[in-house]
Each structure stands twice: as C-alpha cells, then as structure tokens.
C-alpha cells in the first residue's frame, strides 16, 4: 500500500533553503518562543506545555488530512521562522519527514513527539509496507508518552523557562491520566459484544486495541487509496453478519461509499468522528458541568468516545 502522498520537487527545494540555524533567541510577540506545528492535537499538546511562553502557528488546521497534506508558500514561512518545529512523524506527514530530518541535520530545532514511545508499542499492520501505524493519539497513555518531547524541546530553544515547561508537562500528565481513567469507565458502558467500530479508514487500532474494540474500516491506514466496490461489498458484508449495524463518518475523510453500505446494509450512521484532525477551536460540546472544547485534544476523545458510547449503547 502507498501512504506518501504527492511531494514536488520545487516544494523540497524551497524547504532546503529555508533549512538555516535557527537562533537560540525568542522571535514571538513579546519575546515568546515561536513554534511551528504539523497536526492539530500536536498545536494543542504545544499550547498546553508552553502556555504564555510560546506563540504556536499549526500548518494543519480543523478537518485537514495530514496524510495527503502539502506545504503552501505561507507554511514553507512558518517553518522558515520559526524558532522550534514539532511534527508528528511514523509517516503521518508523508514526504515532508524526509524534510524534518533535512532541518534537524541543519542544526535547526526540529523534534518529533512520537520520538519517546517505545517500538514495541507501535502497531506494525501487516499490509502497511512494514511502517508502523501513525495514529497513537487514539490510545491516550501512549499520547501522553508524546509530553516530554514537548517540553524537552522548549526547554532547549528557551532554557530559561525550563522548570515552567517541565511543571506544564507533570500537569498535564496528570490531566491526561484523568482523561484515560474517564475513558475506561465510558467504554465500560458497552458490552463487550456491541464494541465493534465500522467507519470510513483504519485510523482507530489503537483505540481498538486501548479498549478492546475491533475496527472494520472502508479504506486502510492511509487515505491515498479510494474504495472500489469490493471494498464496499466486503463491508456490508460485515455490517450483514454483524449484530451492530452502526456506522460512523470521520471529519477529516469523505463519507463517500459510507452512503451507499448505510443503504445495502440498513445500517444508520452514528456520527461523525476525528479522525486524523480535531475540532474547531471553541466549538464546547457536553452536559453542563462537564462541557468541553472539541479543538482540543481532550475534547477530541471525549466527544469520539461519547459518540461511539452513545451510538452503540
């Protein structure tokens, strides 16, 4: 399978040029470090570490599919002046991997959050080409292994603000923690029979494997590929010889196909979740005395989980 989406030579050209040192002084607004981001739950991990000390561009924005994903002239800018650049890696950003070595080797500060968890906790999918499966912001202990990149790149572009950052990440830990706990108990709601998880891609395999689900997806890891109509007719299929006839749309992947299974199978459509993006910032969803913020990336699990929970239940 091909996940490496379309890359052109002049992008490259112009990202080497722009791979000169950057300094060690704070280019932000009011002497803020200023860090340029991939994903939209690494602008929020950045944002919750670096708080007041940091002024976070992100190249992806709300409903952006990072695996078909390519840098504009405004994002090659970001990158060119930023004083300290996170990315995702594991392939989630295609070619421009390839890019972040380049920058990193140039002495520029470039750091890759997925950097800290162990190898032996990534899902190695057996039709992925031998890459390991990108999406670990689905299992939230292994998001939280994501923290101390975070805050050892911070520290090392700001080091006088290095005990700030090293306290937002213990607390944000924690905070994380509560978030996995809140999740075991959601999930725990379902049977273990009803906890199958029909949607538009393979993105959920760590949340299956987090919380005992199985995933029966349309397309696979990547969204490069388009469905045919064998994979439609695998899946409803499945949906057929299943006793959960519910299917959910992701924000950042076209429902096209979902439409037509809904139709074969007389399944419903249970909701929309995120996938490889999250919400609009400011967009608060939940009871009231327990509303959260769906751009971030709390809000991401609490309202994919409530959704599946509640869909499924």
């Not at 509560?178 to 949607?199: G, H, M």
């Amino acid at each position: 399978m091909s996940f490496i989406g379309n890359y052109t030579i002049s992008v490259v050209c112009a990202l080497m040029v722009a791979c000169a040192p950057a300094g060690h002084q704070p280019s932000g607004g009011d002497g803020k470090i200023k860090v340029t981001t991939t994903t939209t739950m690494i602008t929020d991990l950045v944002k919750q570490i670096g708080g007041d000390l940091v002024e976070v561009e992100g190249l992806m924005g709300p409903g952006v599919d990072p695996h078909l994903f390519t840098p504009k002239d405004k994002d090659i800018d970001l990158l060119k002046e930023a004083d300290v650049i996170f990315y995702h890696g594991l392939f989630l950003e295609g070619r421009m991997q390839d890019m972040f070595v380049d920058f990193a080797s140039d002495k520029k500060h470039v750091y890759r959050v997925t950097k800290g968890i162990p190898k032996k906790l990534l899902l190695m999918p057996d039709d992925f080409d031998g890459h390991p499966d990108p999406h670990v912001w689905f299992d939230v202990e292994l998001w939280a292994k994501c923290v101390d990149e975070v805050v050892k790149g911070l520290s090392e572009v700001d080091p006088a603000n290095k005990s700030a950052y090293e306290e937002s990440g213990r607390q944000y830990s924690a905070k994380l923690a509560k978030l996995r706990e809140w999740s075991v108990q959601r999930i725990d709601e379902l049977p273990k029979e009803k906890r199958i998880l029909f949607t538009s891609h393979d993105a959920f395999n760590y949340f299956a494997n987090s919380h005992e689900f199985r995933v029966e997806a349309l397309l696979g890891i990547s969204t490069n590929d388009e469905a045919g109509s064998s994979d439609v007719t695998a899946m409803v299929d499945k949906l057929n010889a299943s006793s959960v006839k519910v299917l959910f749309t992701e924000s950042s992947v076209s429902s096209k196909g979902l439409e037509q299974i809904k139709k074969d199978a007389g399944a419903t459509i249970g909701g929309e979740l995120f996938s490889d993006a999250m919400g609009e910032p400011g967009k608060m969803e939940g009871p009231e005395g327990g509303r959260y913020d769906v751009g971030t990336y709390e809000g991401m699990i609490r309202h994919n989980i409530n959704t599946i929970v509640d869909a499924l239940k």
